[in-house]
């Protein structure tokens, strides 16, 4: 297949994702794998990017892509990854230090010590089930999600990666708040998988009980009532682990109130909250607010908004360890991927981007696909 020099990319445009032609396609470097693009999805820090002005003007946009390999790096290791290979795997769009490489393009440049391998086909359906990942669009919507869910565990956490030990790894609860969402789905079935906590509470709207206890949520509290934390404190007064996995100002102030007041508590949310965004009357000294952030897999630093994160080699190697022991597991159907809305084109991206930050989507992934 030849390799065009330019491609069509979402690019960020002033405060806008916009849809641009002849735009250079990425060169390949290290372990680097250049994909034609068949599907992406969205993430919350698409749009974030945009709107917070962390990514640079011109950046290439879009974390979540899924392929066909056309060309690879130089020290790709060549007997697991192949020219025509079907994968996929997280991308830093709109990022500082490499603009020119983003998920929503016609070629993206994928890290293959991250990457999933899989036979994957274009379904051409407008929505998918949750299920077995067997297509581009179901693929795509889980490398930012799971990989999130694998850094809080194996990194964040410390638990190890063992399939279906008979024993707890920790013999105590874990809250979930944000069940439904990409990362709260994975988390669970992920934490299930690897008897990694006593009991598995999460947070959620009521219509997504039964799925999510398929996936082996024990308890479910809905958002939606009043005196949703009151039931959860009641019930479990001394949770110590709990993770926002919608990370807002205020999904944080309600996840610290379900914590345990004497015990050491860590919470861990998704963005850069910090007690900072806890009411001052009601900061506890036992407990940690931390966070986990991606793009610290690159194992490069990270310019983000008005921080660097520093090269952490252990988040990377963790997160390497992590894709080779859950890839074999989410082929084999054990891990199931999120139900799927899939629009069609690039062009669909500005929308797919609107439609997530205005929360017009409710436990699915919004996915675009390309020709």
Known sequence: MSIPKTMKAVVIEGDKAVLKDNVPVPKLTGSLVLIKTKAVAGNPTDWKHIKYKIGPQGAIVGCDA???IVALGPDVDKSKFAVGDTIYSIVHGSSVKHPGNGAFAEYSALDSKLSFKADLTLSGESRIP?????SFEAAATLPVSI???????HYNFGNELIWEPAKPQ???????WGGATGVGQMLIQIAKKINAYSKIIVVASRKHEATLKKYGADELFDYHDSDVVKQIK?????VTYLVDAVSNKETIQQVYRCSADNEPVTILQLTLLSEKDIAEAERKSNVTITGTLL???TGEEVPFGSLTLPANPEYRAKSIEFTKFI???INAGEIYHIPVKVYRGLESVPQLLDDIEFNRNSGEKLVATLN
């Open 66 to 68: 899924a392929g066909e």
């Open 130 to 134: 949750a299920g077995v990942v067997k």
């Open 147 to 153: 990989d999130t869910a694998g850094a809080i565990l």
């Open 170 to 176: 920790h013999d105590f609860p874990i809250l979930i």
């Open 234 to 238: 009641s019930k479990y007064p001394n």
């Open 295 to 297: 793009y610290s897999a």
């Open 327 to 329: 890839t074999p597991k």
